[in-house]
């Protein structure tokens, strides 16, 4: 039975030899399911080393997205593309994507959507930096991180000092002892997500992936 069809249906019921007795015409009525609209649920950028960025979002309701272009820009307003996801098609799904950035300056970074049928939408505006951001005194080497996090410190400024990581909801899941220049922290036992790496002179953010 193809989309937008009617089904009649009527029924006669008999007692005993007397004539039928017919049941009001009911009307089964085939159509589509409506398409909920997807939902940006999360969108954030995260600057790691070497002018690159980590971007990650999480969506629900997929169904007829095509895919999501990263576009960036240096004010906020003109922006334009820096790479593309196709999308995964489920109900609920989470992403990662790095990309390159300029060295200085602000950036900004914007996700737009792209359905099957060519309409499209943005989401919202993320300021990724700021014209003159602050120098950490360490940077982490690696980003995404599997199951050692690397930390370089650029001084020994921080050295006996205590870091802790601490997860999305603002809760410190493990504490170090800085000791070298360059610190190897095992985090096989943390899950997959978004973690702060902070130390008492600042903080950074890094992402885990299983």
């Not at 960025?53 to 240096?74: L, R």
């Not at 196709?86 to 300056?105: A, C, R, V």
């Not at 120098?135 to 921080?158: A, D, M, R, W």
């Not at 504490?175 to 978004?194: D, F, P, R």
């Amino acid at each position: 039975v193809s989309v937008d069809t009617d089904i009649p249906n009527t029924a006669a019921i008999y007692f005993d030899y007397n004539q039928p007795v017919i049941t009001n015409t009911a009307i089964t009525q085939i159509r589509n399911q409506p398409v909920l609209p997807l939902q940006l649920l999360s969108f954030n950028a995260e600057e790691i080393e070497n002018s690159k960025a980590n971007i990650t979002w999480t969506t629900a309701n997929e169904s007829g997205v095509g895919d999501f272009s990263i576009e960036i820009s240096n004010d906020g307003v003109s922006f334009s593309s820096k790479a593309s996801v196709q999308s995964k098609g489920d109900l609920y799904n989470s992403y990662i994507k790095q990309t390159t950035m300029p060295e200085t300056g602000s950036v900004y970074f914007r996700l737009k959507i792209t359905y099957t049928d060519g309409n499209s939408f943005y989401g919202p505006v993320v300021k990724l930096r700021e014209n003159n951001p602050t120098t950490l005194s360490f940077s982490i080497k690696e980003n995404p991180v599997k199951n050692v996090l690397v930390v370089s410190f650029g001084n020994s400024s921080l050295k006996n000092t205590f870091a802790r990581i601490v997860n999305a909801q603002g809760l410190t899941v493990q504490k170090i002892t800085i000791k070298n220049e360059m610190e190897y922290i095992n985090v096989s036992s943390l899950g997959a997500g978004t973690y702060i790496f902070q130390t008492v002179e600042g903080s950074s953010r890094f992402v885990i992936v299983r």
